[in-house]
């Protein structure tokens, strides 16, 4: 139910043809305010029309409006605010909240179509890094509110499993590796070779054209490049998969950039065929100054292919095996201008379906205001992250809830929620600085102050239940209070928020509104005796029940879970 409408159609009654609905709809405001009531409508694009000042055209119409769905319409100066049938209200989100369960706020906005969503896509032989977890989450977070808004979304890992730096790996292994080591420790042993490359070839260039030679030797095939560059591979996914598991993150596909080796000839005879390549300095490039763009680089002079060029291969691809509304690459707003590169060749390429593609950017993670790089080995490993947020959570459970049953699996949930949590909760442009503290605390805006708030509703059912409180045949579901109208209002907005979060690929939209959500259930309870056996028992159950499944779904949304107690 869209209660705008009722002060739409009760404007548009009184105001008889003189704005149309669409307008009405559109100038309607939500006061800052509950004491300036649900709605408000200013009155000023009326006064043009009716060649009378707004305070008076507010309280000629104010008088007229018919009252069934409001206990009051007020003018005040220029504006008429809208109070809403609080009793009329609470009665009809409460029920249709606990009909609907964890469907509550499902909408058909997708026709079930298919969304492939690029996300997560470490690089093979490096550990995943914050940067990564942040393409990880909020990918995650994309794909469950496509699925509530009836798309389907693709969860597509493009692991970073092909590419020069290949080469710099077989090179610095062979020269300081050993099998024993990388087997002991692989993913930090390939990382130590990587990073001692790096500081090597500054003072030996040389070292960087025998990587380069080794790159090549694995483009052509080498047994011995392969073998190794397989063997790198598979350790490294075993290792990312353990961080999978831990952040509960499922793919579709690991089809990852080696995947479209053998699709790449195709891009490049397409390109010919048009007329897009152009020979610049032994290079071949498409020119996308008409676009204001760099040349898209796709083929080496030795003939290496590039991540463009197996970018181009994917989103054809992807077209082909998924026939996309809507393709989405949740990748890091560094790489914006590769992906302007990508929508532009596919557009020079005549293939319109180019504007469905939409890069999903976000900002770094910075560490004591300090940017985070790997080359440089100032590195967050995600893997230790999460041990040590469990650990953090493992102790504020052991200050606050020493009895608590099950505290190994809470403690999990706890940690590696508020690292999620906290990684959704800023709009995702924004950079932000880590401090695992800060991340797992029980208070202040972070997941574990939402999962406690979640906790405490369901800790109130389950003594009404052991009371046998609130079974009442027919329930009375007619809360008026104040505190109750803000938890209510915040209740019904729920599918207008996921509508929001999903148009504009923004998972921090639900996070802030279940923060809010847990705020005014918590005031709520601290004017509330819920418990109390009088005439509203039933409804105020009602209202922490309806709590509780917004909350939880609205965490499940973010990819985090809900304890029952906690
Ligand atoms: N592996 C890349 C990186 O870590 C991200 C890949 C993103 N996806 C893509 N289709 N380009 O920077």
Redesign the pocket.
Known sequence: MNYRNFVVNALADVLEGQLEKDTINKTIEKPKSLALGDYAFPTFPLAKILKKAPQIIASEIAAKIDHKEFDKVQAVGPYINFFLNKKKYSDSILRQILVEGSAYGNQNLGDNGNVPI?MS???IAKPISMG?LRSTVIGNSIAKLLAKTNYHPIKIN?L?DWGTQFGKLIEAYKLWGSEEEVKADPINKLLEYYVRFHKEDVEHPELDDEARAWFKRLEDGDPEAVSLWKWFRSESLKSFMKIYNKLGVKFDSFNGEAFYNDKMDEVVTLLEQKDLLQESRGAQIVDLSKYNLNPALIKKTDGATL?ITR?LA?AIYRKRTYSFVQSL?V?GNE?TNHFKQLKAVLKELGEEWSDDIHHIPFGLITQGGKKLSTRAGRVILLDEVLDDAVQLAEQQIEEKNPDLKDKETVAKQVGVGAVIFHDLKNERMNNFDFNLEEVVRFEGETGPYVQYSHARAMSILRKAKAQNAGEVPEPDYQLSDEESWEVLRLLGSFSAIIKRAVEEYEPSVIAKYSLHLAKSFNKYYAHTKVLKEDAQLSARLALVESVAIVLKESLRLLGVQAPEEM
């Open positions: 690029d896509s470490p690089n990564h493009h970073g991540y970018d994917a690459y990748v790489q």
